[in-house]
């Protein structure tokens, strides 16, 4: 049961590198999210897919960009990473609006 | 603007203690409401989903009860173990808008033997 897989597991960046974050889930839902998690902070929204197609901006969307590149995946991108995008990120997918939501088990990016 | 709390912060009991994790929220109108529990390090599992229209819900020593009208959720856990330890995390999946899981800071709990 593979559920949510994200990869990587870890990056390391330099200040102003880009990277891509990669989501994939096999449950057949319709919903898709990225989070970031920081200490003090809590999960917080960053985006989200309602549904394939369709992609809109969470609480903190400054500084990131998504691809909703089919029903399965789900990627987010930094364009340019600053030291404030150190953080873990958790995709999470759910099967409609009134689902429980599967999370993946994070990637743990650092910009130096 | 939805708000959740989650009391207390930190918990330490020794292994064998019945416990209560309370979870509030400010707006009523929420669609359901999910613990999951969180490992150092890990990802999130969730636990126990709730439905709105729904009071509790149980999966093994876990017993999740939901008070919509007063905003509030309580996570039991019977027979507490070592193994119990970890962050448990409260979220309302929000209604009206779009999707929004709005998530409290957690419990942090420590079973010791």
């Known amino acids: 049961n593979a559920g949510v897989t994200q990869t990587p597991k870890f990056q390391v960046l330099k200040t102003g590198q880009s990277m891509t974050l990669q989501c994939a889930q096999d449950?057949?839902?319709?919903?898709m999210y990225w989070y970031r998690q920081d200490p003090g902070m809590g999960l917080r929204l960053i985006y989200y897919?309602?549904?394939?197609?369709?992609?809109d901006k969470g609480e903190v969307p400054n500084g990131y960009n998504v691809s909703r590149l089919n029903k399965r995946e789900f990627s987010l991108r930094l364009e340019s990473a600053a030291p404030s995008q150190t953080s873990v990120y958790f995709c999470?997918?759910?099967?409609?609006?009134?689902?429980?939501?599967?999370f993946g088990s994070g990637t743990r990016l650092t910009v130096v | 603007k939805q708000e959740v709390t989650q009391i207390p912060a930190a918990l330490s009991v020794p292994e064998g203690e019945n416990l209560v994790l309370n979870c509030s929220f400010t707006?009523?109108?929420?669609?359901?409401l999910q613990w999951f529990r969180q490992d150092p390090g890990k990802g999130l599992t969730s636990l126990l989903l709730?439905?709105?229209?729904?009071r509790e819900q149980t999966s093994g020593r876990l017993n999740a009860s939901l008070d919509k009208s007063s905003g509030r959720s309580t996570l039991y856990i019977a027979a507490s173990q070592p193994g119990d330890s970890a962050t448990y995390l409260c979220?309302?999946?929000?209604?009206?808008?779009?999707?929004?899981?709005?998530f409290g800071a957690g419990t942090r709990l420590a079973v010791h033997p």
């Open positions: 449950m057949n839902h319709n919903s």
């Open positions: 979220a309302v999946l929000i209604s009206g808008g779009y999707n929004k899981l709005i």
């Open positions: 897919s309602a549904s394939e197609g369709t992609t």
């Open positions: 999470a997918s759910s099967l409609n609006r009134g689902g429980g939501y599967t």
């Open positions: 707006d009523s109108a929420i669609y359901n």
């Open positions: 709730i439905q709105s229209s729904q």
